[in-house]
């Protein structure tokens, strides 16, 4: 019996040996997994730096995909205190789905966002979503957004108290809105106008030149590009704000600085530009705002490098090389229309 209860010890041993033999060969024959990739090592805050690189609408639509730590980068609100959507031409038609887009990156700021810059797709109700859930907002940069107005922008002012920089740069209706802007933002101190629809006017105008005077008188830095005002909108502009540091009018041919008006600015701004200086430090195409070209120029930002500006009066020509309408309806009375504007 003692016999018997001995060899099954043996047996149960040698089996534990062979068991444990055959798990040691088979892993050694398993290839060894490669080391974690070496961005999984930096420190978070420099990885939501480089992540917050790519800009606002990469970070939401792939960064965050990648792997779980950036997403959950990608998911903590102080990524998103600055939103950049510029320069997104590839996209310039989906409109909808770039609004969907960065209501998503408002959302995830969780109140806390401070500047975001925009082109092509901003819209009234954009901005009235913003303006409800950024109180904080301290730069706003729009750019070719044609679906923003004048009351919309002073309506969604009203709920940016903080706000120290605006850029609007191709957004064609604002000018109602200025002044309103520049009460309810007391705290301005950078205005950036700057507009493609004085090619095809010549008339002085000195609007936004008297209401900037009137409400900003807090700014330090002023942008105004191809505006039509004249000495008089500069005069009131130069008497209204007092704390000018700089203030660049290139391509104001209204304006007349050969006199006294130009001996103030020389005195009294620091860094100035004046309506014929050259235009090659400008981020924006300059043809549009040159009066004096010819009207066969198309509307083209640099910035905007995948959309194109058509020549306005391109819309109201509905004859192709042939002399045929293009918007013919046999069924009609036989006159064309312009589907842009029905």
Known sequence: MGKKL????????????????????????????????????????????????????????????????????????????????????????????????????VDRSEGQLTDIYIDYFATDELLQYISERSSQLRCLRLGGCYGVSGDGLSEAAKRFPLLEELHLVFVMSCNDGIEAIGRSCPKLRSFTLS???????????NDDALAIAKSMPGLHHLQLLGNNMTNE??????????????????????????????????????????????????EW????????????????????????YYDYDDYFNVYNSDGDNYFHDSNSDGYGFDPYFF
């Open 233 to 282: 909108g500069l005069q009131a502009i130069l008497d209204g704000c007092l704390l000018l540091e700089s203030l660049d009018i290139r391509r104001c041919f209204k304006v007349d600085l050969s006199g006294d008006l130009g001996k103030r600015i020389t005195q009294k701004i620091k860094d100035s530009k004046h309506p014929y200086d050259s235009m090659e430090d400008c």
């Open 6 to 105: 001995k060899r099954l010890k043996n047996k149960k041993k040698k089996a534990k040996a062979k068991a444990k033999a055959k798990a040691e060969a088979a892993s050694s024959a398993r290839p060894t997994p490669p080391p974690p990739p070496p961005w999984l090592e930096l420190p978070p805050e420099v990885t939501a730096n480089i992540l917050h690189r790519l800009g606002a609408h990469d970070m939401l639509k792939s960064a965050q995909e990648v792997c779980t730590t950036w997403r959950n980068v990608c998911k903590d609100p102080s990524i998103w205190r600055v939103i950049d959507m510029k320069n997104l031409g590839k996209y310039h038609d989906m409109s909808v789905y770039l609004e969907t887009t960065c209501r998503q990156a």
């Open 195 to 205: 507009e493609s629809s004085y090619k095809h006017s010549q008339l002085p105008c």
């Open 285 to 308: 195409n300059t043809d549009i705002f040159d009066c004096v070209k010819s009207e066969e120029n198309y509307y083209y930002s640099s910035e905007f490098s995948d959309w194109e």
